[in-house]
């Protein structure tokens, strides 16, 4: 009796499978970042006050109130406070179409929103991936025709 062909697809190992998604899954998070700095323009900014306020947080968390200018009007945001006082002087970024979406010039005011929700997509694809159950460790996972995503236990 001869063996039917398996249907035609890529045909990966468990590592470049995982690997593979989770650069799809992180893709998103980064690529809408790196745009957003692409695109925006640089200024300076100063500290008009610092805000404090509760909400879903675990405690009162503050914010710095930072002003700056473009062409004849003054722009307010909230920034995030990283022990600034009244006064400084502070990088900020902004997009030149939309000044009001403008940002402290920090990693961790630049970056901190995308390396939350990354953490979190990456814990979902950690749990995922040492889940010996979904994808057993010598199987191959197949991407192609219908099924778009099957698992070939190989047996190895």
């Given at each position: 009796?001869?063996?039917?062909?398996?249907?035609?697809?890529?045909?990966?190992?468990?590592?470049?499978?995982?690997?593979?998604?989770?650069?799809?899954?992180?893709?998103?998070?980064?690529?809408?970042?790196?745009?957003?700095?692409?695109?925006?323009?640089?200024?300076?900014?100063?500290?008009?006050?610092?805000?404090?306020?509760?909400?879903?947080?675990?405690?009162?968390?503050?914010?710095?109130?930072?002003?700056?200018?473009v062409a004849k009007d003054t722009i307010w945001f909230q920034g995030m406070d990283q022990?600034?006082?009244?006064?400084?002087?502070?990088?900020?970024?902004?997009?030149?179409?939309?000044?009001?979406?403008?940002?402290?010039?920090?990693?961790?005011?630049?970056?901190?929103?995308?390396?939350?929700?990354?953490?979190?997509?990456?814990?979902?694809?950690?749990?995922?991936?040492?889940?010996?159950?979904?994808?057993?460790?010598?199987?191959?996972?197949?991407?192609?025709?219908?099924?778009?995503?099957?698992?070939?236990?190989?047996?190895?």
């Amino acid at each position: 009796m001869q063996a039917l062909p398996l249907p035609s697809g890529m045909l990966l190992s468990k590592n470049q499978f995982f690997f593979s998604l989770l650069l799809l899954v992180l893709s998103p998070f980064m690529i809408t970042n790196l745009v957003w700095l692409l695109r925006s323009e640089k200024a300076v900014g100063k500290v008009q006050g610092i805000g404090e306020h509760t909400g879903m947080n675990l405690g009162p968390s503050t914010y710095a109130l930072v002003s700056f200018s473009v062409a004849k009007d003054t722009i307010w945001f909230q920034g995030m406070d990283q022990d600034y006082k009244y006064g400084d002087q502070v990088p900020v970024r902004y997009i030149a179409s939309n000044p009001s979406d403008a940002k402290i010039n920090t990693p961790l005011s630049i970056w901190g929103d995308t390396f939350a929700y990354g953490s979190v997509a990456f814990i979902f694809w950690i749990v995922c991936f040492l889940s010996k159950d979904l994808v057993p460790a010598t199987a191959k996972v197949r991407i192609g025709k219908k099924p778009f995503i099957q698992i070939v236990n190989t047996g190895r």
